[in-house]
């Protein structure tokens, strides 16, 4: 690469670059080329991330890509670890096949360097040029998170449930450990895990945005307030689509069809504001998943690495959790 390349920490003045940029790197999926417009808020979803760095490389002040890294707690084989996500990494058809990628992750391994145990990624299996990208990366696990689109309008239902409140912290923390808490990735939820994540911009996503009943929660973050997705297909037609993403879900023991419900009424409140679809993740062989499977057009297929961690022997039994904030 030439030495007049520059590699640096973007700030808030950079948010207009660096949504260009994105809007210029649309990435493959099972269903077309996906663009993401995150519009004048670049940094809406980092803000309900931990610990992020977005890094954007430029040459003689063009820029010519951004790179993101997310460092947060997980829980992988009964061991607390310190991860570093790998996200968000966009470099225009233009200036990519230069190693320009593997220089802006290396620089983000130094600022990182000494306090993460492993790095990991999400990779879509229809994304060739991306997997391209990761596939001589060692521990590859055996099990793919799922990414579950569901249409709004096609599963909406009736209003059911209530908001929860800060009072509701013990019972939330229960039901999400119920369902997940032998998933690797998963940190246990304390009452005061959940009012740090729900303090970090609960404009976006707080305390009302989780419904409940007695026996399952649904958290869901109103993402295309900020973010708009456009889905060009392969036969040429293009899809605009301003969506919703589950963050939290949990239930007790005989709670499974009330989340659904909780899932349905969202889905509900989302058609009537004019949103198009809500997401949710699982895993094969999850608990719920063909109940979720049962809600959704369309899956997408994610292969996961944790390159400095072994795959547990495990991983497909107990499933990989997958943090929305984090994806």
């Known amino acids: 690469m030439s030495d007049r390349i520059t590699i640096r920490e973007a700030t808030l003045a950079d948010a207009p670059v660096l949504s260009d940029l994105e809007r210029r790197s649309p990435i493959l999926t099972s269903g077309g080329w996906l663009t993401i417009d995150r519009g004048d808020d670049y940094f809406a979803a980092a803000r309900l991330q931990e610990d992020v760095t977005v890094l954007i490389a430029e040459r003689d002040g063009e820029p010519l890509g951004v ?190 069809e009330e989340l659904v419900l909780l899932l349905r009424s969202w889905a509900g409140e989302l058609a009537c504001r004019g949103f198009d679809s809500l997401g949710v993740f699982t895993w094969p062989g999850a608990p719920l998943e063909g109940l979720l499977r049962g809600l959704a057009e369309r899956i997408e297929v994610f292969d996961f690495w944790t390159p400095q961690l072994p795959v547990p022997e495990d991983a497909a039994q107990r499933g990989v959790y997958v943090d929305p904030v984090y994806f």
């Open 67 to 256: 790179f993101c890294g997310a460092l947060h707690d997980a829980v992988i084989a009964d061991v607390p670890r310190r991860v570093l996500y790998i996200h968000h990494a966009r470099i225009p058809p233009e200036h990519q096949r230069q190693g320009l990628g593997h220089r802006m992750a290396a620089e983000l391994a130094r600022r990182y360097e000494g306090r993460f145990d492993t790095q990991y990624w999400y990779i879509s299996q229809a994304n060739g040029p991306s997997q391209g990208f990761a596939r001589r990366a060692p521990n590859r696990w055996p099990v793919t998170p799922l990414w579950l689109h569901c249409r709004a309008e096609a599963i909406a239902g009736p209003a059911f449930g209530r908001p929860c409140a800060p009072a509701d912290a013990t019972d939330i923390a229960a039901m999400l450990n119920a369902l997940h808490g032998r998933e690797h990735m998963f940190v246990p939820a304390t009452p005061e895990r959940l009012h740090r994540r729900l303090a970090r911009d609960p404009a976006q996503y707080g305390w009302p945005n989780l419904w409940r009943t007695e026996r399952a929660v649904v958290g869901v973050w109103l993402q295309g307030e900020r973010i708009v997705t456009r889905l060009r297909r392969f036969d040429g037609s293009v899809v605009e689509q301003r969506g919703a993403a589950v963050l939290d879900y949990g239930c007790l023991p005989g709670g499974e």
